[in-house]
T-cell receptor, first 114, second 115 residues
Framework: TQLLEQSPQFLSIQEGENLTVYCNSSSVFSSLQWYRQEPGEGPVLLVTVVTGGEVKKLKRLTFQFGDARKDSSLHITAAQPGDTGLYLCAGARAGGTSYGKLTFGQGTILTVHP | NAGVTQTPKFRILKIGQSMTLQCTQDMNHNYMYWYRQDPGMGLKLIYYSVGAGITDKGEVPNGYNVSRSTTEDFPLRLELAAPSQTSVYFC??????????????FGPGTRLTVL
């Protein structure tokens, strides 16, 4: 079983602060996705990283895939109350029999206070 | 284009009762998935389907059954509900490729409580 460990599980910060969420595994993934989920809704994809060492930016969010494709991080600069939500990382296995199945981390609940 | 829809949104069951959670997608996606989300546990895959008539077990299939008679619909059946099945259930779909970079599109979820 491939496991993804996310940390921290909870994060409560003030508006304007920076933060980093980590997603670690002992397994290699062919790609790593980050989702954001708001209360009462399903997860929504933020980004997919596929190459070891890849860095992607989405406005104030920076995503990085580890060189060995076993870990990833999400960094938010100058957090805003609108960033509040549950952040989930999810890894995909390679191969024709993977059928797009994802292994999810347990999530990080982020609260940004005004 | 509604995306992925799920019904009902909320349901309370008594122990031993049965029910079907409905999931429909209008994006012509071949791949569909059922997850459960427990507090602090992320999402666990229950069952998945790669096309009409083809289904397979995920990580936590016990106590559930699925069918896929059409591309659009992927219902999840709970037989003999147990308190351990109290959870939020999400249905998702993804495009035909099913490759490593495919986006999964999630429905709004069904919150189920078994008492």
């Amino acid at each position: 079983t491939q496991l993804l460990e996310q940390s921290p599980q909870f994060l409560s910060i003030q508006e304007g602060e920076n933060l980093t969420v980590y997603c670690n595994s002992s397994s290699v993934f062919s790609s790593l996705q980050w989702y954001r989920q708001e209360p009462g809704e399903g997860p929504v994809l933020l980004v997919t990283v596929v190459t070891g060492g890849e860095v992607k930016k989405l406005k104030r969010l920076t995503f990085q895939f580890g060189d060995a494709r076993k870990d990833s991080s999400l960094h938010i600069t100058a957090a805003q109350p609108g960033d509040t939500g549950l952040y989930l990382c999810a890894g995909a296995r390679a191969g024709g029999t993977s059928y797009g199945k994802l292994t999810f981390g347990q999530g990080t609940i982020l609260t940004v206070h005004p | 284009n509604a995306g992925v829809t799920q019904t009902p949104k909320f349901r309370i069951l008594k122990i031993g009762q049965s029910m079907t959670l409905q999931c429909t997608q209008d994006m012509n996606h071949n791949y569909m998935y059922w997850y459960r989300q427990d507090p602090g546990m992320g999402l666990k895959l229950i069952y998945y389907s790669v096309g009409a008539g083809i289904t397979d077990k995920g990580e936590v299939p016990n106590g559930y059954n699925v069918s896929r008679s059409t591309t659009e619909d992927f219902p999840l059946r709970l037989e003999l509900a147990a308190p351990s099945q109290t959870s939020v259930y999400f249905c998702a779909s993804s495009p035909k490729r099913g490759g490593r970079t495919d986006t999964q599109y999630f429905g709004p979820g069904t919150r189920l409580t078994v008492l």
